[in-house]
């Protein structure tokens, strides 16, 4: 890189930082009033990716670089394979252990990791710290603020979800997704990064992918990353309503206390001018807008992530009898209900 252009790239980044600094405040305040930082969270953004491309740009592979990346990258594998072991094994000893099934309407695992600023010593200096010209520290606490207030999305470098209501303890470790498939031997390697070629002798891991490419972090500033969290937590949950019917309750019920149900909270809740039938209908098509409204996966030509849908797609039940406006069909639109959610 040539003195003229390295100087303009050094210029820049710290006029950048400089700017971020200035709406932030040099030292960033963790209960900073939120509409403040509403109204200037894109600009900051903006400037903290603009950053990441300079740095980048910047980088040049010098041998001390090269030597810390090898280093970071065999950590960040490690760390990796065993944030998936552990929850692997956490989710195995769960039917054993702590899953109780009077109580519990799902239980999800979830593991992960991420980079933890715990202060300076969070922070390694190099011996080239100059080179850049950035307040590396400072501008981590900028960006570990935006995540903490969910301006940039997930933090998590790497991570898994598993819900026992989804899968079963007789799965094996690739049907639960607990194989580090990303890691399969391949480098995710990054060609398009000047002096890039200096690191093609090693097989770059997903996690520095994910930090490079996915997170406004540069390359310089991934090297400088001291401390990283692996959390392996386990989350036991249950529902209930004020009448008490918990998760699903009309999976376990006969038709008879389905249909007393929605009877009974429709006659206590509805408005004088709404008919019984009215509301029944009104209230179960709220209740079970995920089945009587949602997309159907398996209607061909249909793909659940596409909008808008037309009332053909969107209405997938409709039924024979309805008591919007006929109370004398309440009994038999409840049947139908009944069966149809019960599939």
């Known amino acids: 890189m040539k003195n003229k252009e390295y100087t303009h790239l050094r210029e820049q980044v710290q006029k950048i930082e400089e700017k971020i600094l200035a709406i932030m405040g040099r030292n960033v305040d963790f209960n900073m009033e939120r509409t403040r930082l509403q109204r200037k969270y894109e600009q900051v953004e903006k400037l903290i990716w603009k950053r990441k491309h300079l740095l980048d740009k910047m980088f040049v592979a010098k041998t001390e670089e090269v030597k810390r990346m090898e280093q970071l990258n065999n950590r960040l594998l490690d760390l990796t394979q065993k944030m998936l072991s552990r929850t692997e094994a956490l989710y195995r000893n769960l039917m054993t252990v702590t899953y109780d099934p009077e109580f519990d309407d799902d239980v999800e695992v979830e593991g992960s990791l991420r980079f933890s600023l715990n202060g300076q010593s969070s922070v390694l200096p190099m011996a080239n710290d100059d080179y850049y010209g950035s307040n590396f520290?400072?501008?981590?606490?900028?960006?570990?603020?935006?995540?903490?207030?969910?301006?940039?999305?997930?933090?998590?470098?790497?991570?898994?979800?598993?819900?026992?209501?989804?899968?079963?303890?007789?799965?094996?470790?690739?049907?639960?997704?607990?194989?580090?498939?990303?890691?399969?031997?391949?480098?995710?390697?990054?060609?398009?990064?000047?002096?890039?070629?200096?690191?093609?002798?090693?097989?770059?891991?997903?996690?520095?992918?994910?930090?490079?490419?996915?997170?406004?972090?540069?390359?310089?500033?991934i090297l400088r990353m001291n401390d990283f969290c692996v959390e392996v937590k386990v989350k036991h949950q249950h529902w209930e309503e004020q009448d008490g019917c918990g998760w699903k309750w009309w999976e376990r019920c006969s038709f008879e206390k389905f249909r007393d149900k929605f009877v009974r909270e429709a006659e206590q809740n509805r408005a004088p001018q709404i008919r019984l039938g009215q509301e029944i209908a009104n209230r179960t098509r709220l209740y079970f807008y995920d089945y009587l409204e949602g997309i159907s996966a398996d209607i061909p030509g249909v793909e659940s992530w596409k909008e808008p849908f037309s009332d053909e797609v969107r209405y997938r039940w409709r039924p024979q009898k309805d008591c919007f406006y006929l109370d004398k069909n309440i009994d038999d639109y409840l049947r139908e209900l009944y069966e149809f959610v019960r599939r």
């Not at 690191?199 to 996915?214: F, K, V």
């Open 137 to 221: 520290y400072e501008i981590f606490c900028v960006v570990d603020w935006l995540y903490t207030c969910n301006y940039l999305g997930t933090e998590e470098i790497e991570c898994i979800n598993i819900s026992l209501a989804d899968y079963s303890t007789e799965m094996s470790s690739e049907e639960l997704g607990f194989n580090d498939d990303l890691n399969d031997g391949s480098s995710w390697y990054m060609p398009s990064m000047p002096s890039a070629d200096k690191l093609n002798h090693l097989c770059i891991c997903h996690a520095i992918h994910a930090l490079s490419y996915h997170k406004p972090y540069s390359i310089p500033d």
